[in-house]
């Protein structure tokens, strides 16, 4: 089992950038492929990015693709999200997930942190 914890979120204006973390505890940080995803007030979670077990694959959303670039660092159990040319419309709570495996993923996540919120202002 593995614990998240995201933080970095905060308000923005339009255009600038912020960078989200999410520690993980446990020894095994490297079986898990990783995601982030996000969900905006009145509307469904929805994918924004993933990596694969070693940093070697990525994969983004459309919407986010070009502005957001998705890390990670296996020796300090964490996984990051830039996000540069930041949106009014990227106003959400942003999850960090894990899945056991190697190979990225948009689906079956079983281990989800809290969130946290990022704002957008225009």
């Known amino acids: 089992q593995v614990q998240l914890v995201e933080s970095g979120g905060g308000l923005v204006q339009s255009g600038g950038s912020l960078r989200l973390s999410c520690a993980a505890s446990g020894r095994t940080f490297s079986s898990y492929v990783m995601g982030w995803f996000r969900q905006a007030s009145g509307k469904e979670r929805e994918f924004v990015a993933t990596?694969?077990?070693?940093?070697?694959?990525?994969y983004y959303a459309d919407s986010v693709k070009g502005r957001f670039t998705i890390a990670r660092d296996n020796a300090k159990n964490t996984v990051y999200l830039q996000m540069n040319s930041l949106k009014p419309e990227d106003t959400a709570v942003y999850y960090c997930a894990a899945r056991f495996g190697t190979s990225v993923a948009l689906v079956g996540y079983r281990y989800w942190g809290q969130g946290t919120q990022v704002t957008v202002s225009s």
């Open positions: 990596i694969s077990w070693n940093g070697g694959s990525t």
